[in-house]
């Protein structure tokens, strides 16, 4: 591997374009990297010299050694089963363009189980066009100062390793386990960074301010720490989300007063959400028989578009949205548990009948939000502006 432990200085790119120069582990993947690198740059998220070196230069199955959960679904459910070195599809998976999860509900990683597991994940590599899509978007020069948010397995801190040197690279992580092997990890290519083991939303102020702040975890909100610790002009790429579960990657630069501007970039991207800011339990049903009655003018199907979907998570931003099936017909239900605010939806024929409860008119607010992006001409969310100050954040679309 190239060493950059501790250097600020950008290594020297030593490829002749075939991968032959970085096939130095000794374990066969160079052309695996070469073939990774040539996918990236096809499907058109791996742009320039200097990230696809880093590719070239970073065996990303040494960040996968503990295997990873394949994903199979039964057809009712999606289960997870365990892939591990040793198994035939272990090594050509880890350079595919796929995204590969490596823990499950919290604690669990493919060592752990034999047969399949039904639970959420909570870690993964990412997938690796979408890791090199968001640093070509940090745009960042030599010698920039890098937090990111999201260790993982360490395969991303090792690209930034490797393009800008080990000592201008922080990355926190909130599981220690995780952080742990990404050390090891990290240490077994040779990169050193600075890891930290916390709440990323929270940043890490003793090594700001910072030239860039890329998140591999997806955020309610742009949290305040990321701005004070980012210098002015810095940029930040991170992907918004919510509870309905419609998100998009944003790209801000940091203003002088200390607010921040950008754009949303399209492509439906989707992360895991930071681990503080995970939706609530839905705890004790509000009796949905109460509240009052209308009929809507936007149907629930509308939430099944991306986008729309988005929209609908700017109008209710703490909501959560799931089905009921009950003898007389299955309603749909968005419910805020905190506000204690709900709407619930059923078909009456052509028509969708709302009953709306608790102290925030929530599928009104829905409504009157998809109505005027429609009436808008339904823009893409690459037409979203972001804002981020102290009085949060504040997304719309341009006209
Ligand atoms: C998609 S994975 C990161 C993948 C990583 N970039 C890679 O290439 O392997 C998201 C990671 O964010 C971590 N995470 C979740 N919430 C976090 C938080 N509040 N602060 C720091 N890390 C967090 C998760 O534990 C998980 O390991």
Redesign the pocket.
């Given at each position: 591997m190239t060493e950059t432990t501790g250097s600020t200085e950008p290594t020297e790119p030593t490829d002749d374009g075939h991968g032959d120069g970085y096939d130095d582990c000794g374990d066969g993947s160079g052309d695996r990297r070469v073939e990774l690198a040539a996918a990236l740059t096809a499907g058109g998220d791996l742009r320039s010299p200097e990230w696809r070196d880093a590719v070239l230069a970073t065996p990303r199955h040494e960040?996968l050694r503990g295997g990873f959960f394949r994903r199979v679904d039964d057809g009712t459910r999606t289960g997870w089963e365990p892939v591990r070195p040793g198994d035939a599809d272990w090594l050509p998976a880890c350079y595919r363009d796929e995204s590969l999860v490596t823990q499950i509900a919290g604690t669990i990683v493919p060592g752990d189980l034999d047969g399949r597991i039904h639970r959420l994940p909570?870690?993964?590599?990412?997938l690796p066009g979408l890791?090199v899509r968001m640093l070509e978007e940090l745009a960042v020069g030599n010698g920039s100062r890098v937090l990111e948010?999201?260790?993982?397995?360490?395969?991303?801190t090792a690209l930034l390793c490797h393009r800008l040197g080990a000592a201008l690279v922080t990355s926190?992580?909130?599981?220690p386990e995780?952080s742990g092997r990404a050390r090891v990890a990290l240490g077994a290519v040779g990169h050193h960074p600075e890891l930290v083991v916390g709440?990323?939303?929270a940043g890490h102020a003793p090594n700001a301010p910072y030239d860039r702040l890329i998140a591999?975890?997806g955020v309610l909100d742009v949290p305040a720490a990321w701005l004070a610790q980012v210098r002015p002009g810095g940029r930040i790429v991170v992907t918004v989300g919510g509870w309905l579960h419609s998100s998009e990657l944003a790209c801000l630069t940091v203003r002088e007063d200390g607010t921040a501007a950008g754009r949303l970039l399209g492509g439906q991207v989707s992360?895991?959400l930071?681990?503080?800011q995970t939706p609530p339990p839905l705890g004790i049903l509000p009796d949905l028989g109460a509240g009052t009655e209308r009929e809507s003018t936007v149907g629930w199907e509308a939430l099944d578009d991306w986008t729309a979907r988005f929209v609908a998570q700017l109008a209710a931003p703490r909501a959560q949205r799931f089905g009921l099936a009950l003898p007389e017909g299955e309603l749909k239900v968005l419910l805020d548990v905190e506000a204690g605010s709900w709407a619930a939806l059923r078909r009456d024929g052509g028509r969708w009948i709302v009953r709306e409860g608790g102290p925030d008119p929530l599928w009104r607010r829905v409504e009157d939000r998809i109505t005027s992006w429609r009436r808008a001409g339904s823009p893409g969310l690459d037409r979203f502006l972001i804002t981020v100050g102290p009085g949060g954040r504040t997304i719309t679309w341009d006209a």
């Open positions: 960040f909570t870690s993964s590599s990412t890791v948010i999201g260790t993982g397995s360490g395969y991303s926190v992580e909130v599981d995780v709440d990323g939303l591999t975890c992360f895991m930071a681990r503080p």
